[in-house]
């Protein structure tokens, strides 16, 4: 990991992208024991409309909390695609959801259908932000594995632990073998 790695999270309200990114904070700040600032964006609607949390994780002291060239940038709606890509490191690492992006700008994205992965893997869309956690959490090496389960469980709604932790679990699986494939 370089010594301030960014990651945006980016698609539409209601895909649970700002506790994805209050997930990864936590375990990167809490657990990893790293410096970490997050930020977030939407849009007034409260669902459907833009979305974005930003993370920031650094070995050493954050000068500035934004993210301003993302190492990492998942994308869950073609619209976030579009909007974001550009802002990508030359060597960043781009994680679109295929099922709703079709329009992929790099042939090296990493085209995954999560939120479908999410309903017949998991059996809910509704977990398609912590499959992509896992996802994450396997290609980039960020926070580590235990971390961001500790943090999954901290912040997701007593009586959905289980669910959550599935979600994860094949969120590991699908990036672990993303990340052999290459």
Known sequence: MRNRYELRLSGSGGQGL????????????????????????????ARGGASKSEVVISESEIDYPKVTRPDLLLALTQEACDEYHRDLREDGILIVD???VKRVPSPGAFSIPIS????????????????ALGI???LTGVV???AVKRAVLD????GTEKLNIKALEVGFRIGRERRMSR
Do not use: C, H, M, W
Not at 21 to 29: M, N, T, Y
Not at 31 to 41: K, M
Not at 117 to 122: H, P, S
């Open 18 to 45: 700002i506790l994805a990114g209050l997930i990864l904070a936590e375990a990167a700040g809490i657990y990893d024991n790293r410096n970490v600032t997050q930020t977030q964006s939407y849009g007034p609607e």
């Open 98 to 100: 295929s099922f709703r």
């Open 116 to 131: 479908q992965i999410a309903r017949k893997e998991v059996g809910k869309e509704l977990v398609t932000n912590i499959v």
């Open 136 to 138: 994450i959490t396997e």
């Open 144 to 146: 580590s594995r235990e």
């Open 155 to 158: 912040r997701v709604p007593g």
